[in-house]
């Protein structure tokens, strides 16, 4: 299958689309042709999720063998990794309400259910494409992508990888989950700032080809392990796929029948993965994009207008603190239909004025099938400890303001209550203790594990091992430097090699 640019460039191998992550135009790697509607519920019927995995992604990247492919499944949702052998267990709160559980992999958050897949595509992907350099994987991290992705790729042949997180944002749990990180191949670095500008400053790196030219002569090639790379996306779809399958397994839903999903929103990668599993024949209905008070996308759904000329606010729920979307590019190019000159001239717009919006069909289009919502902490703190009090289960502060955006949809649109609702739940509670603390009134210990020990004395949530494990570990990666120091820090990093 060939990849192209959201902006035009078009016959790339899906290897080379891979190994890249970001098209040479700025644009991002989407099908050539896209598997539309290519699934139904008797191809699904009573398989697990590795089985699901193997016909949703074979369709992403056909030029992989099927034993390569299937031992990648294999290796990456084995029981090592997880710590249930549903992989992404549907938790049923509400008679119509299902809470897909993405944190049970290795960190806790549902950046796991990609990155532990994605260094497998990746080292087939470096094999097909004969490539000898190195690879050198740069992430920026709002908090869980850094530390899924240095789980993943800690001591991959042939790789390395650098994270940069901002020190704006990141709960203490996640800084710490990271400044903790073993291996050999790996570096962590703040920055002062926020995410936005890591990230930023990543997109123009990996398009910069004097940088290119630099790390080439040194053997080096760069990669990216953020939701920009169709790697990580590809992977994210297969548990849409999966819970359509499980819930009518179940009998929850008829095989028709549509449901709606509900998805905490940071970089749009998690709800367009949604979007591709409902292009792609999955009976999805309302995708609901919940917020947190950085809203520019419940905006967006309102009104068509992208517009990022706004203030940054730091939440209690850091993953979502985001004020440019990357993925919603992919989503920009599908609504205009494939138009990649249109979607290359919206960016551009984007970029000159920070302001991009779309046209008055494509809204109507957009409205039968998004929503955009959002909640402010006080909410999400209220949300929380009124779930754990109704219910008794515990949500983690992203999760919390999906549920929160359920709320209010289903108070506007009280029809929406025939439906099943999916609500994506993106991390374990314990990544946030001072949160959780504070919204259930439980008293916060000296250091976060007593905090946690605190709330699973009064909750009964076990504690999670890796982070039970991460007490007793070595603080590594200290250092925290302005941005503007970041291309020094890639190249120190780089002579260590
Ligand atoms: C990354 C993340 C999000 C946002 O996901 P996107 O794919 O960037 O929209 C939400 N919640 C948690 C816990 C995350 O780690």
Redesign the pocket.
């Known amino acids: 299958m060939n990849y192209k640019s959201t902006r035009g460039e078009s016959n790339v191998r899906e290897t080379e689309a891979l190994l890249k992550g970001l098209a040479n135009d700025g644009g991002l790697y989407v099908p050539e042709t896209f598997p539309m509607n290519s699934l139904t519920y008797e191809d699904l019927a009573d398989k697990n999720y590795q089985e699901i995995a193997y016909i949703v992604l074979q369709k992403f990247f056909p030029s992989f063998s099927k034993a390569v492919l299937k031992e990648a499944i294999q290796s990456a949702y084995s029981q090592s990794n997880f710590d249930t052998l549903d992989i992404a267990p549907l938790h049923s709160l509400l008679e119509r309400v299902s809470v897909l559980e993405l944190f049970h992999g290795r960190t806790q958050?549902?950046?796991d259910m990609a990155l532990s897949l994605f260094p497998y595509l990746l080292v087939e992907a470096r094999k097909a494409e004969g490539e000898t350099r190195e690879t050198l994987i740069l992430t920026a991290t709002?908090?869980?992508?850094g530390k899924a992705a240095l789980e993943g790729f800690k001591d991959v042949k042939g790789t390395h990888i650098q994270v940069f997180y901002p020190t704006d944002g990141v709960s203490p749990m996640q800084q710490e989950q990271m400044q903790k990180q073993e291996g050999n191949n790996v570096n962590v670095t703040a920055i002062r700032g926020n995410f936005d500008d890591a990230q930023q400053f990543l997109k123009r790196l990996f398009v910069d080809q004097d940088m290119a030219n630099e790390v080439d002569k040194k053997g080096v090639m760069f990669s990216s392990a953020n939701?920009i790379n169709i790697g990580r996306l590809a992977p994210q779809v297969v548990y849409y796929v999966a819970t359509y399958a499980r819930l009518v397994d179940i009998g929850a839903i008829h095989k028709d029948e549509v449901f709606n999903v509900v998805v905490?929103?940071?970089?749009?990668?998690?709800?367009l993965a949604a979007y591709y599993a409902k292009m792609m024949g999955i009976p999805v209905g309302k995708l609901i994009c919940a917020s947190n008070r950085n809203n520019v996308l419940t905006d967006f759904f309102k009104t068509g207008v992208y517009n990022m000329n706004r203030p940054f606010y730091t939440t209690l729920?850091p993953?979502?603190d985001i004020v440019e979307s990357s993925?919603f590019e992919r989503f920009l190019y599908y609504i205009s239909e494939q138009d990649a000159d249109v979607t290359k001239k919206r960016m551009a717009d984007l970029k000159a004025t920070g302001e991009l919006s779309v046209s008055e069909t494509e809204k109507k289009q957009i409205d039968g099938q998004f929503a955009g919502v959002y909640c402010n902490d006080e909410e999400t703190k209220a949300i929380i400890e009124q779930v754990y009090n109704s219910y008794g289960y515990l949500l983690?502060p992203?999760t919390a303001v999906a549920f929160g955006a359920y709320m209010k949809e289903l108070h506007a649109h009280p029809e929406d209550g025939a439906r099943h609702t999916v609500i994506a739940a993106?991390?374990h509670p314990f990544k946030f203790p001072p949160v959780i603390c504070q919204a259930l009134d439980i008293r916060e210990g000296d250091t976060p594990y007593d905090s946690l020990e605190n709330i699973s004395a009064v909750t009964g949530v076990a504690f999670p091992k890796p982070l039970e494990a991460l007490k007793d570990k070595e603080l590594r990666f200290t250092k925290v430097i302005d941005k503007e120091n970041m291309r020094h820090e890639i190249l120190d990093f780089i002579d260590t090699f």
Do not use: E, L, Q, R
């Not at 709002?142 to 992508?145: A, E, I, P, Y």
């Not at 905490?264 to 709800?271: D, L, V």
């Open positions: 958050a549902f950046k709002s908090g869980d992508t939701s905490p929103t940071g970089n749009f990668g998690n709800i729920s993953s979502m993925n983690d992203h993106t991390a």
